[in-house]
């Protein structure tokens, strides 16, 4: 226990050493307030002076900065006013029904000159007034007033061709009810493409010597064809715009836009009254229903310029799209000549353009399905390749342009024709055979929104159509090669009407062969009078065939099976080609990488895993290994060779002539369906 006194010191010492510390601590903080306010005096000193000297070395800084807010502003002020104008002027037309309508899009056009872009709600950047870009997308109709051309400045969605990305999960409920109804009804992003100006802005795609071209001054002018049913508005205006926004002025004649008896109330007068602010362009509303093929005579006999320009109705023309296509009918009027088609996406409406060395022309398969595929080597070697102009076998069909006469003296389009589908190979088969040139114009350039489906021919009656023209076709134009095509449908021609017209014209103008077209003009396709053996393909052990579809277009291997067989054609249909592949079309059995499996690809012609030897002992062979069906009869297989019958296969034709007709009798399960009665004879 430590004495009383020596507490009492201890006391004091800390105390001290307390006093000390708090001293300590006051000074640091004086310190710290004297180095703030010395530092906060540097900065203003510094500021003026730098204030200072940019005044004396610029002295007319400020005037030039506020001449261009007030210049900038008088000019905002100016567009207001002329657009104000010009709404009042047009809702002096217009019932009062539209006028919302059209006082939110025109805030849009001012927000898109003054730089100001609204970004909806499905983009990464958003906007709390994305509500008032929507109207009422069952009426949706665009400003009645063409807005003003965007330019390489512009910067609002989808300009300059580029994706306008949308994110249906970040909408509201009635946009996305609104997003729905435009895949449904237009089988694209309406949705996009309404948000997109009608008259954005696209580079010039033109490259090596198509920027340089020099054409003829006294190019023939064209009237413009584009039919529609029940289009969307945005993507029909933004086709108008397109051609008379990139074209030369003297050259476009006329635009004649044909309504094919279309339902939607935009599509009526308020279409009328926005075309008639553009010039040249008309509208012809035709009283009942009549198809693609039969609206585009009606157009063409409604127009007056000696060259007739087809374009769909939803497609953007580029720069000096044009001038290369009347330059080539100008040269010579059998020719038919269609632009390089590039893709603007269904979901983005992004525009992808197809460069020179890209560029692929038109064919088709035996089922008649037109198809693209890459130019032969004696094409790709043309003299000024690859921006001259290229041959092609067929072309798409839905934008060329031709000149009249010539168009007449082929018979125009087929009238027996129905709605859509067909047509393209009927012009192409017969500029051919019947003394003309059908070329792809390498330097022209439009943008065509590919579908994956069509909107308007999904029930049965479109699908009749389809195959009713098919036949006419084939009858009038393909000589004895038709049955090709008639066997992959079991020869049921069905009612084609009478084409005995269609036929005089090809004897009044001496056209050539279908065989002189194989040969001369698309020599590389296959054609199956060269086979070795065709038909189906069934098994011994049991009454199964090879099946498999074959979808070009789908890039993942189509795994053959077993399956019933059914004497069709169709999925079940083979030829063994010369170079002993089993092949249907385009597309060759492929042995796949696990040597065990075969499938369906694009044929190749390098042999390998696509040489299949079909032996006298019914044996189908690869490498070694015979095709099996397996004991379950539920797979086909590569396995080693035995000799059972499970392993045996019967080619129902051989060897292959064109068929005349079907080679089977009806089978009994088939009866009743198709249209099939027992007692007709095939």
């Not at 709600?121 to 009426?139: A, C, P, T, V, W």
């Not at 023309?317 to 290369?324: A, D, N």
């Not at 003309?436 to 021919?457: A, D, K, Q, W």
Request: hydrophobic fraction near 35%; include cysteine.
């Amino acid at each position: 226990m430590l004495p009383r006194t020596m507490k009492k010191k201890q006391r004091v010492s800390v105390g001290m050493n307390n006093k000390a510390e708090k001293s300590k601590d006051a000074t640091i903080i004086v310190w710290r307030k004297k180095r703030l306010l010395i530092t906060g005096m540097l900065w203003m000193t510094t500021s003026l002076l730098m204030a200072f000297l940019i005044r004396f070395t610029f002295p007319d800084c400020d005037k030039m900065f506020f001449m261009s807010i007030n210049t900038k502003t008088e000019e905002i002020s100016r567009q207001e006013t002329i657009q104000s104008e010009r709404l009042l002027e047009a809702s002096n037309k217009l019932d009062n029904s539209w006028l919302n309508s059209i006082s939110r899009t025109q805030a849009q056009n001012l927000n898109k000159y003054n730089g100001l872009t609204l970004h909806h709600m499905g983009q990464k950047q958003h906007s709390n007034d994305h509500i008032h870009l929507k109207d009422d997308y069952r009426e949706r109709i665009h400003p009645l007033i063409p807005p003003i051309r965007s330019n390489q400045d512009s910067a609002g969605p989808g300009e300059h061709g580029l994706a306008y990305e949308v994110d249906r999960m970040f909408l509201l409920p009635v946009e996305q009810e609104e997003y729905d109804w435009g895949w449904k009804n237009n089988a694209f992003n309406q949705f996009a493409s309404d948000r997109i100006s009608v008259r954005r802005h696209l580079p010039d795609y033109r490259e090596g010597t198509c920027l340089t071209n020099l054409y003829p001054k006294d190019l023939p002018s064209t009237s413009v064809v584009i039919c529609f049913f029940n289009e969307c508005w945005s993507t029909l205006i933004r086709s108008v715009h397109s051609v008379l926004d990139r074209s030369p002025s003297h050259l476009i004649k006329e635009i004649i836009l044909v309504d094919d008896f279309s339902d939607l109330k935009h599509l009526k007068k308020p279409l009328d009254d926005y075309v008639s602010a553009l010039g040249k362009v008309r509208v012809l509303h035709l009283p009942k229903r009549e198809g693609l093929i039969r609206a585009r005579m009606i157009g063409m006999n409604a127009s007056s310029s000696d060259v007739v320009t087809f374009l769909d109705s939803h497609i953007e023309c580029t720069e000096g799209w044009l001038e290369p296509l009347l330059a080539r009918v100008h040269e010579d009027k059998t020719n038919v000549v269609s632009p390089v088609i590039d893709r603007i996406v269904d979901a983005t409406f992004e525009y992808t353009v197809l460069h020179a060395n890209e560029v692929q022309v038109g064919g088709f398969d035996w089922d008649l399905t037109f198809d693209w595929h890459v130019p032969p080597t004696k094409d790709k070697l043309r003299p000024g390749a690859p921006y001259s102009p290229i041959r092609t076998p067929t072309i798409a069909g839905g934008l060329f342009a031709i000149h009249r006469d010539f168009f007449a003296k082929l018979g125009y389009y087929d009238p027996g024709m129905e709605v859509w589908g067909g047509e393209n190979l009927e012009i192409s088969f017969k500029t051919w055979m019947c003394g003309g040139t059908l070329e792809i114009v390498v330097c022209s350039h439009i943008g065509h929104v590919f579908r994956t489906r069509n909107p308007y021919m999904a029930d049965r009656a479109g699908e009749h159509a389809l195959k009713r023209n098919m036949v006419r076709l084939a009858e009038v134009w393909m000589d004895d090669f038709r049955n090709f095509f008639y066997d992959r449908f079991y020869f049921r021609l069905g009612d084609y009407g009478n084409v005995s017209d269609r036929k005089a014209i090809r004897e009044r103008n001496k056209c050539h062969s279908f065989s002189w077209y194989l040969d001369n003009i698309y020599p590389e396709l296959f054609v199956p009078s060269k086979a070795q053996a065709s038909g189906d393909i069934e098994n011994f052990a049991a009454p199964v065939c090879v099946d498999a579809s074959s979808d070009p277009k789908l890039t993942e291997l189509h795994v053959i099976r077993p399956y019933g067989c059914h004497r069709l054609g169709g999925h079940q249909l083979w030829y063994l080609s010369q170079l002993n592949e089993i092949r249907r079309d385009k597309m060759c059995w492929t042995v796949a990488d696990d040597n065990e499996m075969v499938g369906m690809v694009n044929c190749h012609g390098l042999r390998d895993t696509q040489e299949f030897t079909y032996t006298q002992e019914n044996l189908i062979k690869n490498n070694g290994l015979c095709l099996e069906l397996t004991e379950n009869y539920d797979r086909i297989i590569l396995a080693q060779c035995t000799g059972i019958l499970r392993q045996r296969w019967k080619f129902s034709r051989e060897p292959v002539l064109p068929p005349t007709s079907s080679t089977h009798p009806i089978p009994a399960a088939l009866v009743g369906y198709y249209g099939i009665d027992s007692s007709e004879k095939l």
